[in-house]
């Protein structure tokens, strides 16, 4: 072996590992339906056999509830397993499409094939969800896999490197470790395939790196998510489905309500309607309620620290540092300038915007960039119907939070700056899938077909132009 390529591998501790995955996917170890199926398995024992240990990895990195880690991270996971155990030989099976009358004799369909060697790149924020989950999916299509937990959300990823592999077959699958400067020794290989969560920043990073080697991404990133609230509704109803969506996960939450829009006469009736519904959830001091997470690391409790200071407190505002405790907040009299307005909040504060009408609420959110859910609360189907219709996001949830994240039957993704791609469910297996277009020809018949070929008259051509109709024919030739 050349000396220089023994110093490159001395140096890269990520070379074999990917070498090893990729003779493995080369040989075709992947594709059978059994072993996908065995994999996947592998991942439900995981989480039956380690469910308390994974509890506790979330408590200890977010103070994570027994009750939320098992809504938005075990139960949320294994239910995408479930779906794609049931449905794997249905998602794996060739797509027949339709055909032109020139066609008709032959096979026309789309197969759905691994790409190959995959790097999924997961966020602290739900580390368990948002490694799994795309992991699903590229198990499902027959990938060999690389997962990259975020170092941030340490007990977790301690949890994912050491015990996940054990589960699942290791000439195919692989947990690597790092920070962002083991992050970019990664990217510098070749993937075949990169499904990357986290923000837009480093969104950019991940795409640049993939455009060397002209990879394919999933960039599942985040935004600010406007809420509009009408005057038309029930204000303590807003308060209540706002308030613990704002403050699930301590607000640290990618689709999380991010701001309020509505008119002063509605935020007079909704401030007080937010305070009861946070004294009903928390009690009268939240620091002390088992039910209220933490803030992930002290740059990020002080990043949402200094954003307390803009506008005005009407509800919380407290902190402390040596918790990484930051109270329910909301903010009024916040102005569109302010730092508040201009990043992604991810804690449990809440800026309130007036607006004067449901025009300048629209036009207030198509100033700014597409976020990655949007809400709108009224009692008026037509209001609901209008925000849909006038404004873009990646996804849309009428009179509720982020309940359309708990349907697999629905894309999650974003569009614009909040991300490119989808997942959950079978489009998470459509996303992990290259889709190949495919015909298969009888070797004969060649008197049917000397129609193609020079010399050309205009009778052939008006035959071949009819035959090449796109349109869906159910003739024969025969």
Same mark, same amino acid.
């Given at each position: 072996?050349?000396?220089?390529?023994?110093?490159?591998?001395?140096?890269?501790?990520?070379?074999?590992?990917? /070498?090893?995955?990729?003779?493995?996917?080369?040989?075709?170890?992947?594709?059978?339906?059994?072993?996908?199926?065995?994999?996947?398995?592998?991942?439900?024992?995981?989480?039956?056999?380690?469910?308390?240990?994974?509890?506790?990895?979330?408590?200890?990195?977010?103070?994570?509830?027994?009750?939320?880690?098992?809504?938005?991270?075990?139960?949320?996971? /294994?239910?995408?397993?479930?779906?794609?155990?049931?449905?794997?030989?249905?998602?794996?099976?060739?797509?027949?499409?339709?055909?032109?009358?020139?066609?008709?004799?032959?096979?026309?369909?789309?197969?759905?094939?691994?790409?190959?060697?995959?790097?999924?790149?997961?966020?602290?924020?739900?580390?368990?969800?948002?490694?799994?989950?795309?992991?699903?999916?590229?198990?499902?299509?027959?990938?060999?896999?690389?997962? %990259?937990?975020?170092?941030?959300? %340490?007990?977790?990823?301690?949890?994912?490197?050491?015990?996940?592999?054990?589960?699942?077959?290791?000439?195919?699958?692989?947990?690597?470790?790092?920070?962002?400067?083991?992050?970019?020794?990664?990217?510098?290989?070749?993937?075949?395939?990169?499904?990357?969560?986290?923000?837009?920043?480093?969104?950019?990073?991940?795409?640049?790196?993939?455009?060397?080697?002209?990879?394919?991404?999933?960039?599942?990133?985040?935004?600010? $998510?406007?809420?509009?609230?009408?005057?038309?509704?029930?204000?303590?109803?807003?308060?209540?489905?706002?308030?613990?969506?704002?403050?699930?996960?301590?607000?640290?939450?990618?689709?999380?309500?991010?701001?309020?829009?509505?008119?002063?006469?509605?935020?007079?009736?909704?401030?007080?309607?937010? /305070?009861?519904?946070? @004294?009903?959830?928390?009690?009268?001091?939240?620091?002390?309620?088992?039910?209220?997470?933490?803030?992930?690391?002290?740059?990020?409790?002080?990043?949402?620290?200094?954003?307390?200071?803009?506008?005005?407190?009407?509800?919380?505002?407290?902190?402390?540092?040596?918790?990484?405790?930051?109270?329910?907040?909301?903010?009024?009299?916040? /102005?569109?300038?302010?730092?508040?307005?201009?990043?992604?909040?991810?804690?449990?504060?809440?800026?309130?915007? $007036?607006?004067?009408?449901?025009?300048?609420?629209?036009?207030?959110?198509?100033?700014?960039? %597409?976020?990655?859910?949007?809400?709108?609360?009224?009692?008026?189907?037509?209001?609901?119907?209008?925000?849909?219709?006038?404004?873009?996001?990646?996804?849309?949830?009428?009179?509720?939070?982020?309940?359309?994240? @708990?349907?697999?039957?629905?894309?999650?993704?974003?569009?614009?700056?909040?991300?490119?791609?989808?997942?959950?469910?079978?489009?998470?297996?459509?996303?992990?899938?290259?889709?190949?277009?495919?015909?298969?020809?009888?070797?004969?018949?060649? %008197?049917?077909?000397?129609?193609?070929?020079?010399?050309? @008259?205009?009778?052939?051509?008006?035959?071949?132009?009819?035959?090449?109709?796109?349109?869906?024919?159910?003739? @024969?030739?025969?």
């Amino acid at each position: 072996m050349d000396p220089a390529n023994v110093q490159e591998e001395r140096m890269d501790p990520f070379v074999d590992t990917l /070498q090893r995955l990729r003779e493995a996917f080369v040989s075709g170890r992947t594709r059978p339906a059994e072993f996908r199926a065995a994999q996947l398995k592998g991942l439900s024992r995981f989480l039956q056999e380690n469910k308390q240990l994974l509890q506790e990895a979330l408590a200890q990195d977010l103070h994570k509830s027994a009750f939320e880690a098992e809504l938005s991270e075990i139960s949320i996971s /294994q239910n995408e397993i479930n779906l794609a155990l049931r449905n794997l030989r249905a998602w794996m099976k060739d797509e027949k499409v339709s055909k032109n009358l020139a066609t008709q004799l032959d096979s026309a369909f789309i197969r759905k094939e691994p790409f190959g060697l995959v790097l999924i790149l997961s966020p602290w924020n739900y580390p368990l969800n948002l490694s799994l989950g795309p992991l699903v999916g590229a198990l499902a299509a027959g990938n060999c896999v690389v997962l %990259k937990p975020s170092e941030i959300s %340490k007990s977790t990823e301690k949890v994912l490197a050491e015990v996940l592999p054990r589960y699942l077959d290791q000439s195919c699958f692989a947990v690597v470790l790092g920070g962002p400067q083991e992050t970019g020794r990664l990217l510098e290989h070749k993937f075949d395939y990169i499904f990357f969560t986290g923000n837009p920043q480093v969104g950019k990073i991940i795409m640049t790196a993939a455009a060397k080697h002209l990879t394919p991404i999933t960039l599942e990133l985040g935004g600010k $998510n406007p809420c509009y609230v009408d005057d038309n509704c029930d204000p303590q109803t807003v308060a209540n489905r706002v308030a613990f969506f704002r403050c699930f996960n301590a607000g640290q939450t990618c689709v999380a309500p991010d701001y309020v829009l509505c008119s002063p006469e509605m935020q007079a009736r909704l401030v007080p309607a937010l /305070q009861s519904a946070i @004294t009903r959830f928390y009690g009268d001091d939240p620091q002390s309620s088992p039910n209220l997470g933490r803030i992930i690391s002290q740059k990020h409790f002080q990043r949402l620290r200094g954003l307390l200071s803009f506008g005005r407190v009407v509800i919380g505002g407290q902190s402390d540092e040596s918790d990484l405790y930051i109270a329910p907040t909301v903010l009024v009299d916040v /102005q569109e300038t302010d730092p508040v307005m201009q990043e992604e909040i991810f804690g449990p504060i809440l800026p309130i915007v $007036n607006v004067r009408s449901l025009g300048q609420a629209i036009d207030f959110i198509n100033r700014r960039e %597409k976020p990655l859910a949007l809400y709108a609360f009224s009692n008026s189907s037509q209001v609901v119907k209008r925000v849909l219709a006038q404004t873009s996001s990646g996804g849309f949830c009428g009179n509720d939070g982020f309940m359309h994240l @708990t349907l697999a039957s629905l894309p999650f993704g974003g569009v614009g700056s909040s991300g490119m791609g989808n997942y959950h469910g079978k489009f998470s297996f459509d996303t992990f899938s290259h889709h190949r277009a495919c015909l298969l020809r009888p070797p004969g018949l060649e %008197k049917i077909y000397t129609i193609r070929y020079p010399p050309h @008259t205009p009778r052939n051509l008006r035959v071949l132009l009819m035959a090449l109709e796109t349109r869906s024919c159910s003739c @024969t030739l025969l």
